[in-house]
């Protein structure tokens, strides 16, 4: 019988037990932390600062508030499923304009990201104490609680991951197609989140086809269906590009890509990432970034857990599927290197904070390989010490990070520097509409003004902008007579348009123009009364 075989059986020969009471405390405890994190950083204004969370809400509200609701409104960069599933909370006003209707997606990853963590460490160990070592050093991470009660779109990511180890865990325990096609599902909604749910789908594939002792045959029957079920979200997305945009992979090289980003930064600026083109200077940023996000002590137990996986032989490939959780690193470096994705933390140069939430990512990782040191080859006594110290390490670790308080969280100063809501030229563009909007339709670039209508409340039907293809193509023969107000800033679409068709502009007047260093150009401009 092969090793896999073998540890399937003695997975099945040992269950661990668990009872209905202590489940319940389980989930109760769960959802005590979840709901807390939200009510905690939501009631000190703390919820909705990532510029990119504000931009979340937006693309979710625009699914069904715009000129032309629905499929119209999805965009190249952001793949889509996050927005869809906000977009129902995001119609309510309130939820629309507090950020929540994104944060009760968050939280509700976070839920079932902790609860199946816990039952993967669980079965992975069968051992109820390196479980819970396992969901407390998830529960007790401050970075992953605050971002629990943002509108962004790590937690759901997060979510997806740990439903793909954990299906690809039971199948290759018991051998079922019912697993293998759960985590496949879930690899096909994760690609639909992030791009590094694409970079999950080869390793998950590699593991598929040589978890189990079977015949070639039923591996290659195996890891194909796998791979077309969960590669089909990749798929889906590159027909939306060739089809919406012209161009398969828009999302990489196109005008609101990270690529396109870069080189106007390079032409304008010629500042260089300077993680640009080399795998050790990430590494050492990516690192950098955990201890800030994660803390020193998980880190530490997380590696002395990854050996203690190297050397238990007997175990060793009973818990292979843990491996997949150590993907994110090898995806954040790669992106920094080659794929312009910048990473700044505050201890290296720019010395600044920028993309730090990305180092969350690797939190399942770093939740699971603590539970390996719990073995059941340690003598009780030892264990016993062990459950006692593992824990109080991870409680010190929050307590460390939580005592500068909450403002000072490394994600949530991540927020705070980087707020668009905070910009004089976005406070300028808020202060003038509050006081001359009079209820006509704005042309506005999407995106780039994406304070303005949460804050005073205007509908994005209100709103004109090149998501509205239809409508868009025909401004070079004039705008319509229901547009009563443009905004303009240097360099964004609507500037552009302006630019190459003046005439079609010429019944605007100039209402309000202002110049922020640092920040570009800020245009106002009014129809002229007839």
């Avoid at 060739?242 to 106007?264: C, E, L, M, Q």
Wanted: one cysteine or more.
């Amino acid at each position: 019988m092969s090793e896999c075989g073998s540890g399937a059986t003695e997975f099945a020969a040992e269950p661990e037990k668990l009872s209905i009471e202590a489940g319940a405390g389980l989930i109760a405890a769960i959802l005590f932390v979840a709901l807390g994190s939200l009510y905690f950083f939501y009631t000190r204004g703390l919820s909705n600062l990532y510029g990119d969370g504000v931009a979340h809400v937006e693309g979710a509200r625009r699914l069904f508030d715009s000129l032309t609701p629905g499929y119209l409104e999805t965009g190249s960069a952001w793949l889509p499923l996050f927005h869809i599933l906000a977009s129902p909370f995001a119609q309510n006003t309130f939820l629309w304009k507090t950020g929540l209707a994104g944060s009760l997606i968050s939280v509700g990853a976070f839920v079932v990201t902790a609860w199946f963590l816990f039952r993967l460490s669980l079965e992975m160990n069968r051992n109820l104490g390196a479980a819970v070592l396992s969901l407390a050093v998830f529960l007790l991470c401050p970075s992953m609680d605050y971002l629990a009660s943002t509108p962004l779109t790590e937690p759901l990511a997060i979510m997806w991951v740990v439903l793909v180890v954990y299906g690809l865990y039971r199948y290759q325990q018991s051998g079922q197609m019912l697993p293998l096609a759960g985590a496949a599902t879930a690899a096909f909604f994760g690609s639909l989140t992030r791009y590094d749910g694409w970079y999950l789908l080869l390793f998950a594939a590699v593991f598929v086809f040589w978890s189990r002792g079977e015949n070639w045959r039923i591996r290659f029957w195996r890891v194909t269906l796998f791979s077309l079920i969960s590669g089909f979200g990749p798929v889906l997305w590159l027909i939306h590009n060739a089809y919406r945009y012209g161009n398969v992979i828009d999302f990489y090289n196109g005008p609101h890509s990270a690529k396109a980003f870069y080189a106007h930064q390079l032409a304008t600026t010629a500042f260089r990432f300077p993680t640009d083109g080399s795998f050790l200077i990430s590494a050492r940023y990516y690192l950098a970034d955990l201890t800030l996000v994660i803390g020193v002590w998980p880190l530490v137990l997380a590696l002395l857990g990854l050996l203690a996986w190297a050397l238990d032989a007997r175990e060793r490939s009973r818990r292979a599927a843990a491996l997949l959780f150590l993907v994110p690193f090898v995806f954040y470096v790669q992106s920094m290197a080659h794929a312009a994705i910048p990473i700044y933390v505050p201890t290296l140069y720019p010395f600044t904070y920028y993309n730090l939430r990305y180092g969350i990512e690797m939190l399942p990782a770093v939740a699971i390989f603590p539970s390996f040191l719990i073995s059941k080859r340690l003598a009780p006594r030892v264990r016993t010490v062990l459950l006692a110290l593992l824990p109080c390490t991870i409680v010190v670790q929050a307590v460390t990070l939580l005592s500068v308080g909450p403002r000072n969280l490394a994600v949530v100063q991540e927020g705070l520097v980087n707020n668009p809501c905070h910009s004089n030229r976005q406070q300028r563009l808020i202060d003038f509409f509050r006081d001359h909007y009079d209820g006509r339709a704005i042309l506005v670039a999407a995106g780039k003004w994406p304070c303005m209508m949460p804050e005073l409340g205007i509908p994005f039907v209100k709103t004109l902008s090149e998501t509205n293809t239809p409508y868009w193509k025909k401004l070079p023969h004039g705008a319509p007579g229901w547009v009563g107000w443009i905004i303009r800033g240097n360099d964004d679409v609507v500037d552009e348009l302006m630019r190459a068709y003046p005439q079609a502009f010429a019944d605007f007047d100039l209402a309000e123009r202002d110049q922020f260093p640092g920040e570009g150009t800020l245009e106002i401009y009014r129809r002229r009364s007839r």
